[in-house]
């Protein structure tokens, strides 16, 4: 039974205020995050997406998809392997295909919302000279579903392909069609238990911001002495997996080093710590600070700070229904997007959930004429950057920001440098 949350008094949805935080555990005495009502909300928007896109069903390789439609997860290893794969039919269940043995005995024994929908994948990659017989043999598994589930002849939409398995489905004259647009348009749009996991990933990751300020940044430390603190205190805290942490000081700041190194953080180094993490049950935190160790900012650096918190609000600010991704990017300054034509990762916004990143990306490279509607409940990271040349260091931020009807709600709250926010 799924229930309804009284908002009277607090006037709005609970889940868009980023300061009501649920617990990760479980209680009696309050409704938290539902996870049966979360795995249906999400496969009920991927049924929609299937049926707007005029799919007879969806074959899914990537473990994010997979795991979308059927809340199956095994480990991060499997997320992009193609050793498992689901069909889910237009008007039927999903079906998983899962690796054979005891992983397929977990899957049935962790996952009773799929019993009776389990079956033995077929893997392919790595086979040597059997590629294409067990390239073949997959194929056959998929079609098997959609005789079952009378969409054989329809269009069926698939995620991503390799090549031996793009020959399998051809040779077989399956009518296969991009897949990738509807699980991009079903994923983009948070339900209300994805932003809560989002909110809950957003309030660990600020806890451990707070450490690396506060606790852990000192002359004298390494940068990857950084990056492994974050990693054993978010592993601590419940995340799955840590998918990077970037951390860049003194003149790995400038051009800026987007990994850790060994080297040592001395007094007066900005330090940019970039936290990519996966969270409680699967929902990501992506978001910077630029830190200085041991010491007060210069003017010069201030004036960068405020360059980049300036330039980075400017473009949340747009992050309302109804506005445009043109209207985002229009906000976001100049940089080699606008020189080369193509996203540098450093001036521009990204969709978040259950991976990195999902649904679209915001650039000057192409979203001023390429425009994508803003809408209610996509959750985006929003991040700049001052790279100018010849300066000694600089600066890079971002936050995570819900798109709610009341406009953006800044999810990452961990504080910003004193000396730039007067």
Not at 182 to 207: N, P
Request: net charge negative.
């Amino acid at each position: 039974m799924s229930y309804q949350l009284d908002t009277e008094f607090i006037g709005k949805p609970h889940e868009w205020d980023p300061r009501r935080l649920y617990s990760q555990s479980g209680a009696d005495w309050q409704y938290r995050v539902d996870f049966e009502r979360m795995r249906k909300d999400r496969l009920q928007r991927a049924r929609e997406q299937m049926e707007a896109h005029d799919l007879g069903a969806l074959v899914l390789f990537a473990g994010a998809n997979i795991r979308y439609v059927t809340g199956s997860y095994q480990g991060n290893w499997k997320y992009n392997i193609n050793i498992r794969y689901a069909v889910l039919p237009n008007g039927g269940e999903p079906v998983l295909f899962e690796t054979a043995g005891s992983d397929m005995v977990c899957a049935k024994m962790d996952m009773p919302w799929m019993a009776g929908r389990v079956r033995p994948a077929m893997t392919w990659q790595w086979a040597e000279g059997a590629v294409p017989y067990m390239a073949g043999k997959m194929v056959d598994t998929v079609i098997e579903v959609l005789q079952e589930h009378g969409v054989r002849n329809e269009r069926i939409g698939i995620d991503n392909l390799d090549m031996s398995s793009l020959q399998a489905f051809q040779e077989r004259k399956v009518n296969i069609v991009n897949g990738w647009p509807a699980m991009s348009a079903a994923r983009v749009i948070k339900t209300r238990d994805e932003i809560e996991l989002l909110k809950q990933a957003s309030s660990i990751g600020d806890a451990a911001m707070w450490k690396i300020k506060y606790e852990w940044l000192k002359p004298g430390i390494r940068e990857r002495e950084i990056e492994a603190k974050v990693h054993e205190f978010m592993l601590n805290q419940g995340f799955e997996i840590i998918y990077d942490i970037i951390v860049a000081s003194g003149g790995n700041t400038s051009p800026y080093r987007r990994w850790a190194t060994d080297k040592m953080i001395r007094q007066g180094d900005l330090v940019i710590v970039d936290i990519n993490a996966v969270g409680p049950s699967g929902y990501f935190v992506d978001f910077v600070r630029c830190f200085k160790c041991a010491s007060k900012m210069t003017q010069q650096e201030i004036d960068l700070y405020r360059e980049v918190y300036d330039s980075m609000y400017a473009g949340i600010e747009k992050l309302r229904p109804g506005n445009t991704t043109a209207d985002v990017a229009a906000a976001f300054p100049k940089y080699d997007d606008d020189k080369y034509g193509t996203v540098t990762l450093q001036q521009f916004a990204h969709s978040i959930g259950i991976t990195l990143y999902e649904g679209m990306w915001i650039s000057r490279a192409y979203s001023l004429d390429y425009p994508a509607e803003i809408k209610e409940n996509m959750y985006f990271a929003a991040e700049t950057f001052a790279g100018h040349p010849g300066l000694p260091q600089t600066c890079r931020l971002e936050e995570d920001v819900l798109v709610t009807a009341d406009g953006p709600a800044v999810f990452t709250l961990m504080e910003h440098m004193e000396e730039a926010m007067r």
